[in-house]
């Protein structure tokens, strides 16, 4: 119990480091590509193992409904998390199964105001 609140004493600022992934988690998970470019940036860097591009957000959103398409997810976890040195970029790492396939995802999301802009997109194929 002395513990507990020794952390919470000295390091209060811990629950609010990290950005809320739940909604982007689940978008991947259910390879609902609408809900995804939700959390996109006015312009998303997306890499689809060789093919990389900066797009707008609805073309950003148009090639993840392909990328589902041809790719239907089976499960989606988060692997990892963590924050730039300067603390306003967030990323995470997980792992997409398809029927078939496993592919590791990258995330690069900004803060601005509480909220997080996905900037980049990456998906590698294991």
């Given amino acids: 119990m002395k513990t507990l609140l020794f952390l919470i004493a000295f390091f209060p600022s811990i629950a609010w480091v990290q950005p809320d992934l739940d909604g982007i988690n689940q978008a991947l998970r259910s390879g609902n590509a609408d809900a995804l470019g939700a959390y996109f940036a006015p312009t ?11 797009y707008a957000k609805a073309d950003a959103v148009r090639v993840m409904k392909d990328f589902f398409a041809r790719n239907r997810p089976s499960s989606f976890s988060q692997v990892h998390q963590g924050e730039s040195k300067g603390g306003n970029m967030h990323y995470a790492i997980g792992e997409l199964q398809s029927t ?3 592919y ?9 105001a509480g909220n997080y802009t996905i900037q ?4 590698d194929q294991e």
């Fill in 104 to 112: 590791r995802v990258y995330l690069l999301l900004q803060e601005s």
């Fill in 44 to 54: 998303v860097e997306v890499a689809i193992m060789n093919s990389e591009d900066r």
């Fill in 100 to 102: 078939g396939s496993s």
């Fill in 120 to 123: 980049q997109l990456r998906i």
